[in-house]
């Protein structure tokens, strides 16, 4: 009985690991694949001799309609894609951590007015709001990227806040008040660094999230640039091409973007669970 427990512990221990490194390994692959592909193959030259060609030896995604190698072109857009959503989810977990830390930090009328703030960007549908931003100032990659990280900041917000409401009740800040530190002190030396593991993940998260919004985005022509290459763009191109039988120009860069969004969720999901029990045995302390 004592070796089946043994085995079955082992065994539970061994699945998250394994989920990390297969993650790991996938999310390693596709942004090797999205930095070399594009500089190996030297652009995407059109050839009209080899519009639409199913996939093959020579071009193992297809082309095109205007016979660009679709290989090429996804992971082109693949790297477009992951540089817009990575810099998107830094400033969103930016400008949320410090709205949260403010307002779990500071209490009172500022937490009040912050929350406030929050709800009201919330009432608005995010694809709405990135919408009228990207409007604003179409075919700007700034554009793309404010208008992803103010849709997407009040989910950081919420979750700082709480971990610093959390933090507030425990014995080193009370401690940290009987010595007269001022407020401002204790944000800086002991709120701060203690929600950096929690902003860190919560940026993490916000890639899968940040990259189906600039697909959504470029899908509806109201994103990046058309000549530029992004997932959004490719996809955008070959909705037509569907009608005509080309089905790859749309498959292989969905699949791209369903590989990237589940190896990074699987690295947030391994993560959390290493975090959320750090936590629970911190405040049983």
Same mark, same amino acid.
């Given at each position: 009985?004592?070796?089946?427990?043994?085995?079955? =512990?082992?065994?539970?221990?061994?699945? &998250?690991?394994?989920?990390?490194?297969?993650?790991?390994? /996938?999310?390693?692959?596709? /942004?090797?694949?999205?930095?070399? @592909?594009?500089?190996?193959?030297?652009? #995407?030259?059109?050839?009209?001799? $080899?519009?639409?060609?199913? *996939?093959?030896?020579?071009?193992?995604?297809?082309?095109?309609?205007?016979?660009? %190698?679709?290989?090429?072109?996804?992971?082109?857009?693949?790297?477009?894609?992951?540089?817009?959503?990575?810099?998107?989810?830094?400033? $969103? =977990? @930016?400008?949320?951590? /410090?709205?949260?830390?403010?307002?779990? !930090?500071?209490?009172?009328?500022?937490?009040?007015?912050?929350?406030?703030?929050?709800?009201?960007?919330?009432?608005? *549908?995010?694809?709405?709001?990135?919408?009228?931003?990207?409007?604003?100032?179409?075919?700007?990659?700034?554009?793309?990227?404010?208008?992803?990280?103010?849709?997407?900041?009040?989910?950081?917000?919420?979750?700082?806040?709480?971990?610093?409401?959390?933090?507030? #009740?425990? &014995?080193?800040?009370?401690?940290?008040?009987?010595? !007269?530190? $001022?407020?401002?002190?204790?944000?800086?030396?002991?709120?701060? *660094?203690?929600?950096? *593991? #929690?902003?860190?993940?919560?940026?993490?998260?916000? @890639? &899968?999230?940040?990259?189906?919004?600039?697909?959504?985005?470029?899908?509806?022509?109201? !994103?990046?640039?058309?000549?530029?290459?992004?997932?959004?763009?490719?996809?955008? %191109?070959?909705?037509?091409?569907?009608?005509?039988?080309?089905?790859?120009?749309?498959?292989?860069? $969905?699949?791209?973007?369903?590989? =990237?969004?589940?190896?990074?969720? !699987?690295?947030?999901?391994?993560?959390?669970?290493?975090?959320? &029990?750090?936590?629970?045995?911190?405040?049983?302390?």
């Amino acid at each position: 009985m004592a070796e089946l427990t043994w085995r079955a =512990t082992a065994r539970t221990r061994a699945r &998250p690991h394994t989920r990390l490194w297969t993650s790991v390994a /996938v999310l390693a692959a596709l /942004v090797l694949g999205a930095v070399l @592909v594009p500089m190996l193959l030297g652009g #995407q030259p059109v050839s009209y001799d $080899s519009i639409r060609l199913a *996939p093959g030896i020579a071009h193992p995604f297809g082309t095109d309609s205007s016979g660009r %190698d679709v290989f090429a072109r996804a992971m082109a857009g693949l790297r477009v894609s992951l540089l817009v959503a990575a810099f998107s989810a830094v400033v $969103s =977990t @930016v400008l949320g951590s /410090v709205i949260g830390v403010l307002a779990g !930090g500071l209490g009172g009328w500022a937490d009040r007015l912050l929350m406030r703030l929050v709800d009201t960007v919330n009432s608005v *549908p995010h694809l709405l709001l990135g919408v009228v931003i990207v409007a604003l100032y179409r075919g700007s990659l700034v554009a793309v990227i404010c208008s992803i990280a103010l849709t997407h900041w009040t989910t950081v917000a919420r979750i700082v806040r709480s971990e610093v409401l959390s933090l507030r #009740q425990r &014995p080193y800040i009370d401690a940290a008040i009987a010595g !007269g530190s $001022s407020r401002t002190r204790i944000l800086r030396r002991h709120l701060l *660094p203690a929600i950096v *593991p #929690q902003a860190a993940l919560s940026a993490v998260l916000l @890639v &899968p999230h940040a990259v189906w919004h600039e697909t959504a985005l470029s899908f509806l022509g109201l !994103g990046l640039p058309p000549h530029l290459a992004s997932i959004g763009n490719i996809l955008g %191109d070959g909705r037509d091409a569907v009608l005509l039988g080309a089905w790859w120009i749309v498959l292989f860069p $969905s699949l791209l973007l369903v590989a =990237t969004t589940l190896a990074v969720s !699987g690295i947030a999901a391994t993560w959390r669970d290493r975090i959320v &029990p750090r936590r629970r045995s911190e405040l049983s302390l």
